[in-house]
């Protein structure tokens, strides 16, 4: 594998390398060593946590990192065009992470340079770092990635976290619960992907309906920019709330997890409960983002 | 009646492509690509507009005389009109019929429609790939959304196939 575009281009059993590695970087069992190498972070949208997650999994491995965050004062903002600004980068660095508002802008720019790329999120459409992450976070709370019941809730329209991680799941026979105000459901075109992959979903507006039989609840942020009216957003944005009075009666094996930053979605109570998972998902995000560098530059 | 007119269409041609049962109504989008082509200004041709076919109801007919069609046109007419046929004509006579082909990636065809698809910027060539043939979806390669061909628009005369 020369890139990591999309989850789409992933085979399972490359999928399974990605988690075992991590895995196996997180338990000691494999050190990889990165020295001399020169990671290119190239934010043109900026992205804290995705970026300093990259960052941190680069310099545990021993490697350097070159970072551009945000395009205002760079040749970007001069008028250089994309394919110019990366086959500099190409020249300095031995593996490009990029994140960038269009959609395809890291499969473009795969195609331009000699060195692998990680996309870190294009637009609205792949996100497949973070989407590895949920999947290692998955299996190390479950023990398997087969046959389980996933609930997704909240932005399920824009969420691209959501799209690849749905994507990513689907040749594993889960059930999923889609769960949002009427407004931000799963988008048709995705509703058909899994109709044709027959994969077993339902859609509703109330997550305490399905909350006991969940394995994994996946929450995300309901963005403001959303809602033409702010009145809707208010009367969305507390009625999908994760409190801690809500898990009540759940299996003991729950875990929740979001992909963070939150704002309300999750009570700050849950925090304490044995069914919080998120900030160890962030964790584990460092070890997947190591194993993804490791493997990408040919050190496993 | 009609059919004798539609045998004579046929027939009036001595050497040259005629391209038959294209569905009725995208006869002029057929033609739009056969005038994209930048030479070919020289050529005679006809078409017949929503004609009685007895398997397709109505379709239109296209016959360009003196010329037969490039790979890149064919592979562009596969896109607008998958059931259309190709009766190559020689002194006369149909000396070959071939069916049209969607080949399953199209490079530099067609635009993506999506507005924050990184091929929205023109200089970037656009590369879909094929989802079904019937009816034509296809699938860009970058934003990776898929769409049904009536969305989209045709890139135009720049337009390259490339294999
Ligand atoms: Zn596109």
Redesign the pocket.
Known sequence: MNHLISMRDLTKAEIQQFISTAAKIEKGELQPDLTGRVMGALFFEPSTRTHLSFETAMKRLGGEVISMSGTKGTSVEKGETLADTVKVINQYSDIIVIRHAL??AARYVSEQVTVPVVNAGDGANQHPTQSLLDLYSIYKTQNRLTGLTIALIGDLKYGRTVHSLVHALAHTQPKFYFISPPSLQMPRYIKDELREMKVDFEEGEHVEDVINQLDILYVTRIQRERFADPVDYERVKNAYVISRALLQNVKPNLKVLHPLPRVNEISTDVDQTKYAYYFQQAKNGVFMRQAILSILLGEI | MMNDRKTMKVDAIRNGTVIDHIPAGRGLRVLEILESEEDQQKDLITIGLNLISGAYGRKDIIKIENRELTVNEVNQIALIAPEATLNIIRDFEVTEKKTVELPEKIEGLMH???PN????DETIH?RLLRVSRTPVRLR??????VFNVEEMKLVGISGKYEE
Do not use: L
């Open positions: 959609e395809g | 993506c429609p999506n698809c990184v091929t929205s656009t860009c390669a970058y934003c990776e959304r």
